[in-house]
């Protein structure tokens, strides 16, 4: 059963700048108000790490290009693995080849959904690089960002903890 799972996992971005960190995308994400912003010129990634495995089936991000203009994403990795050390690409997003984009002068505006494709694949860990800007911006803003999904049932976990024990 797919259910927002956001607030489960332990977010950390590869940088903020101050009064806009990472929890103000995903703790405040029906304000479009409040954003998270890269402060670095280095690639921007936001990791995930969850308590337990876990199965993000879509992401949705409040994209405001009206505001946001070249601080607007444009593309992003999604990456997964057990730990951060053994991270395998899981998805590639591009906001001009999204159904919700309609004019590229105008750019995105409000929730994009974005299907990760895989309902059977569990992780502890969620990457998403930011790899393009809207108009070869170097920093990021996102306004809002919810995961769904569900985590890895407890009878299966238990039952192959047994059968590892025989």
């Known amino acids: 059963m797919t259910r927002l799972i956001s607030e489960y996992g332990d977010w950390q971005a590869s940088s903020s700048r101050h009064k806009n960190n990472i929890e103000c995308a995903y703790k405040d994400a029906d304000n479009p108000e409040t954003y998270w912003s890269s402060d670095s010129a280095a690639e921007h990634h936001i990791t995930v790490t969850f308590p337990c495995l876990t199965c993000v089936a879509k992401v949705a991000i409040y994209f405001d290009y009206e505001h946001d203009e070249s601080y607007t994403v444009q593309q992003i990795q999604f990456q997964c693995g057990t730990s951060i050390d053994d991270l395998q690409d899981l998805h590639f997003f591009d906001a ?62 238990r039952a192959i903890q047994e059968d590892l024990r025989k």
């Open 96 to 157: 001009e080849e999204n159904p919700g984009f309609d004019d590229f002068m105008e750019g995105p505006q409000g929730w994009q959904v974005i299907e990760l494709g895989s309902d059977t694949v569990y992780y502890f860990v969620l990457r998403l690089v930011i790899k393009k800007n809207f108009l070869d911006g170097r920093d990021t803003r996102i306004r809002g960002i919810k995961f769904f999904g569900c985590f890895f049932p407890k009878r299966e976990a």
